[in-house]
Nanobody, 124 residues
Framework: QVQLVESGGGLVQAGGSLRLSCAAS????????MGWLRQAPGKEREFVAA????????YYADSVKGRFTISRANAKNTVYLQMNNLKPEDTAVYYC?????????????????WGKGTLVTVSS
């Protein structure tokens, strides 16, 4: 079992930056691929970014490519999402997710564990 706790959300102006963190419990963190997903008001949850167990392989949604960076610190059981040049359309609840396996995927269905989410609001 993996428990995930997100932090770092908040209110930011368009063009600003935020860094989300996700602290994971459990001794298998370095074996878990991780991901960030988001859900905007009135919309379905969507994939944002994913990272494999080592951090060497990453994937991004086209909408965030070049602006967001996912990374991980296995020694700290933490995964990050650096978000730059934020846009109002990035407003959403951001969820951290983990897989039981080492390889990252870009699908919501591929995630096995979920955090409760952190709200990011980008004002225009």
């Amino acid at each position: 079992q993996v428990q995930l706790v997100e932090s770092g959300g908040g209110l930011v102006q368009a063009g600003g930056s935020l860094r989300l963190s996700c602290a994971a419990s459990g001794r298998t963190f370095s074996s878990n691929a991780m991901g960030w997903l988001r859900q905007a008001p009135g919309k379905e949850r969507e994939f944002v970014a994913a990272i494999n167990w080592s951090g060497r392989i990453t994937y991004y949604a086209d909408s965030v490519k070049g602006r967001f960076t996912i990374s991980r610190a296995n020694a700290k059981n933490t995964v990050y999402l650096q978000m730059n040049n934020l846009k109002p359309e990035d407003t959403a609840v951001y969820y951290c997710a983990a897989r039981r396996t080492t390889e990252a995927v870009t699908t919501i269905e591929g995630m096995d564990y979920w955090g409760k989410g952190t709200l990011v609001t980008v004002s225009s």
